[in-house]
């Protein structure tokens, strides 16, 4: 089977740096996936990592270490916007997509 | 350019009542999948397809089949309505899973 785990909740400030970290186990590891979702919307993608180390895309990164089979996601000053929730999610070698429970953000003024 | 489009946005079904959530994708996209989403919890997979012909299940199959006869189309059928099957479901399509998957409004059915 495959299992995700990230924090259920983070609460930062405005301007602020914040990290939320993803473990996960499956077997055929493709990749890991982000996605942000606002409240009522559906799911948008933020990055994708298929190898070891850091993807930036603007104020957002993402990090992958398949050793660990652990990864983060990284924002950067945090504006108020970025309150939503945020899924780590994974590829297999059967084309599956598997999210994990998510993390809701909230920025605080 | 619609993207991927899901249609009812909402709908109400009676136990034991059978209905199609319809989902199409004008970018050409092989991948497409079908995920539910209960109250302050992830997506859970339902079905996907790699392309037209070829479906397979998730991690919560039961309950739902779906069928893919084109590559713009990939309707899920509930079989028999349960009120477990209250939740926002949504469809979603890519060049492959491993890529940015582009996914529709949702369809929030209740099941009373």
């Known amino acids: 089977g495959q299992s995700l785990e990230q924090p259920s909740e983070v609460t930062a400030v405005e301007g602020a740096i914040v990290q939320i970290n993803c473990t996960y186990q499956?077997?055929?590891?493709?990749?890991l996936s982000w996605y942000q979702q606002h409240d009522g919307g559906a799911p948008t993608f933020l990055s994708y990592n298929a190898l070891d180390g850091l993807e930036e895309t603007g104020r957002f990164s993402s990090f992958l270490s398949r050793s660990d089979s652990y990864g983060y996601l990284l924002l950067q000053e945090l504006q108020m916007k970025d309150s939503a929730s945020y899924f780590c999610a994974v590829i297999n070698a059967g084309n599956m997509l598997t999210f994990g429970g998510g993390t809701r953000l909230m920025v605080k003024p | 350019n619609a993207g991927v489009t899901q249609t009812p946005k909402f709908q109400v079904l009676k136990t034991g009542q059978s209905m199609t959530l319809q989902c199409a994708q004008d970018?050409?996209?092989?991948?497409m999948s079908w995920y539910r989403q209960d109250p302050g919890m992830g997506l859970r997979l339902i079905h996907y397809?790699?392309?037209?012909?070829?479906?397979d299940q998730g991690e919560v199959p039961n309950g739902y089949n779906v069928s893919r006869s084109t590559t713009e189309d990939f309707p899920l059928r509930l079989l028999s309505a349960a009120p477990s099957q209250t939740s926002v479901y949504f469809c979603a399509s890519g060049e492959g899973a491993g890529t940015e998957a582009f996914f529709g409004q949702g369809t929030r059915l209740t099941v009373v």
């Open positions: 397809s790699v392309g037209a012909g070829i479906t």
């Open positions: 970018m050409n996209h092989e991948y």
């Open positions: 499956t077997s055929g590891f493709y990749g």
